[in-house]
T-cell receptor, first 111, second 113 residues
Framework: QKEVEQDPGPLSVPEGAIVSLNCTYS??????FMWYRQYSRKGPELLMYTYSSGNKEDGRFTAQVDKSSKYISLFIRDSQPSDSATYLC???????????FGAGTRLTVKP | SAVISQKPSRDICQRGTSLTIQCQVDSQVTMMFWYRQQPGQSLTLIATANQGSEATYESGFVIDKFPISRPNLTFSTLTVSNMSPEDSSIYLC??????????FGSGTRLTVV
């Protein structure tokens, strides 16, 4: 079993749809959870990060962490064609630089 | 967040040769990280580079294959040595900044023929 599991997709949605991206993990010591967005031929850019459980909202993006289920989600509201990218989840233990990444989900938002 | 300049952005290399990838950060950072992203797979940490000491390599990666230099707090290089087609991948450098998480370079797309 991989330490971090993420459905690679691809996922295609119409403009304006709500997008749900998810990752599961097996290491209960993970405390720090991140979502990265990676456009084609670019490096990943940090989108959101959360510590421990709970929700965090930033504009159209909401990150959720459910540590009891070892499950994290990223929701994108009112999706736009510019949101088309690969989204990677990442996580690490507290004060540990060794992040573990999901494989990334490729999202396409069609106008 | 930090601005990272990574080069080359892409290269096509003959097997058996070596390629050195450079990473320049616009501010001083203690640690720099080198990752590999193989097609369809997640990012994998190759090594952590601290200024003034030898890099720390992850399981499956060795210094002879991936020598790293870290001459100062804003610069690092990763060399992919004696390349084979299996080394074809995207290589990324990264730094960690407080409250910003990790910032990545734009990556080097390497194809070994």
């Amino acid at each position: 079993q991989k330490e971090v599991e993420q459905d690679p997709g691809p996922l295609s949605v119409p403009e304006g749809a709500i997008v749900s991206l998810n990752c599961t993990y097996s290491n209960s010591a993970f405390q720090y959870f991140m979502w990265y967005r990676q456009y084609s031929r670019k490096g990943p850019e940090l989108l959101m990060y959360t510590y421990s459980s709970g929700n965090k909202e930033d504009g159209r993006f909401t990150a959720q962490v459910d540590k009891s289920s070892k499950y994290i989600s990223l929701f994108i509201r009112d999706s736009q064609p510019s949101d088309s990218a690969t989204y990677l989840c990442a996580m690490s233990e507290w004060n540990n630089n060794d992040m573990r990444f999901g494989a990334g989900t490729r999202l396409t938002v069609k106008p | 967040s930090a601005v990272i300049s990574q080069k080359p952005s892409r290269d096509i290399c003959q097997r058996g040769t070596s390629l050195t990838i450079q990473c320049q950060v616009d501010s001083q950072v203690t640690m720099m990280f080198w990752y590999r992203q193989q097609p369809g797979q997640s990012l994998t940490l190759i090594a952590t580079a601290n200024q003034g000491s030898e890099a720390t390599y992850e399981s499956g990666f060795v210094i002879d294959k991936f020598p790293i230099s870290r001459p100062n707090l804003t610069f690092s290089t990763l060399t992919v040595s004696n390349m084979s087609p299996e080394d074809s991948s995207i290589y990324l450098c990264s730094v960690e900044r407080a409250n910003y998480g990790y910032t990545f370079g734009s990556g080097t797309r390497l194809t070994v023929v």
